[in-house]
């Protein structure tokens, strides 16, 4: 065989193997859309909900959903090492820092419109930032810190403080951001030693049990079968997006599949103009870009160094 042969022949072995490669990235990619398509309608569907069902018992049916179709799914086909934990006390921190970060997003979107309450809330990725500087005493580059600089400058052009939109309740999102900083760093610790299906599993009950108990406090009957749909729409958006990314992160690296996560800006944009008539004004647009820009380009720099994904946030 020539050297001409052998040079084909080796370039025929080797190009299923990188065409394999890339379908697996771009499967990756394809499933992060879904799964951020999947967020931005749980939250259409929480503000549309939040005018008829009390906020807290949406907030348990969400959960809810999410542990009885997660445990249905999972536990038949991972039997008992789906429970098997190192770590039950940080599992149930974990579930309610989500919780409370949920809650904070159902009484945010009763207040904001859809687009700008979900580039302000995803600007945790630069929170974890401030978090390892000032509590983990990590090391930050003049990059990352200007990227944080970036990214809260583009959250306080949204907000305007001093002008006629900014009022008091444009600070729930931001105590959103704080409590999902927290657990996106609970969750890095965690990925480290636990099964990721582990983590979501132990989530949604401890999201389920934590809400129960106001359950009995805040039930109530609901005019039709209409919100039972919207209710069962929420869960099913929460627990499809959440499986979407776990598959995702099967097929592509996190530093990949991160700077897609913003595509959950373009998606609450497109669910508050068909359900709201909400359109962002010329200046929010503008510190929409700039969260998207620092905040991707954050993520992806966290994921880089601490070889971990970011979640996005949803309520």
């Known amino acids: ?47 549309i909900s939040i005018t008829a069902v009390p906020i807290l018992m949406g907030v348990w049916f969400r959960y809810a959903f999410q542990a009885a179709a997660t445990t249905l799914v999972l536990l038949p086909r991972h039997g008992t090492s ?37 580039s302000i809330v995803l600007i945790a990725p630069l929170a974890v930032t401030l978090l390892a500087a000032t509590v983990l005493k990590e090391q930050v580059s003049v990059l990352r810190w200007a990227l944080v600089a970036g990214g809260f400058l583009g959250t306080l052009v949204i907000l ?34 636990e099964n990721p299906l582990t983590m979501h599993f132990y989530t949604g009950w401890v999201g389920t049990l934590l809400a129960s108990v106001a359950l009995p406090f805040v039930w109530q009957s609901l005019p039709s079968w209409h919100w039972w749909a919207l209710l069962s729409l929420m869960g099913l958006a929460g627990t499809v997006g959440h499986f979407m990314l776990i598959l995702a992160y099967q097929r592509a690296p996190a530093s990949t599949l991160t700077p897609y996560l913003y595509a959950q800006i373009a998606f609450a944009m497109l669910g508050g103009w068909l359900m709201f008539s909400q359109v962002p004004d010329a200046v929010s647009l503008v510190g929409m870009g700039m969260i998207a820009v620092c905040g991707a380009a954050g993520a992806w720099l966290t994921v880089r160094e601490r070889r971990v994904p970011i979640e996005p946030v949803e309520g």
């Open 1 to 47: 065989m020539s050297a001409t042969q052998e040079d084909a022949a080796a370039h025929a072995t080797q190009r299923p193997t990188r065409d394999l490669a890339s379908e697996r990235i771009l499967a990756g990619i394809g499933l992060v859309m879904i799964a951020v398509a999947c967020f931005a309608t749980l939250d259409t569907a929480t503000k």
């Open 82 to 118: 789906l429970l098997r934990t190192a770590h039950p006390k940080y599992h149930a921190l974990r579930g309610a820092l989500l919780l409370t970060t949920s809650i904070f997003a159902f009484f945010s979107l009763r207040y904001m419109p859809l687009a700008e309450f979900t």
């Open 160 to 193: 305007r403080p001093g002008g006629g939109a900014f009022n008091w309740a444009v600070l729930l999102p931001l105590g959103l951001v704080a409590s999902n900083a927290c657990f996106q760093v609970l969750t890095s610790k965690l990925a480290q030693t």
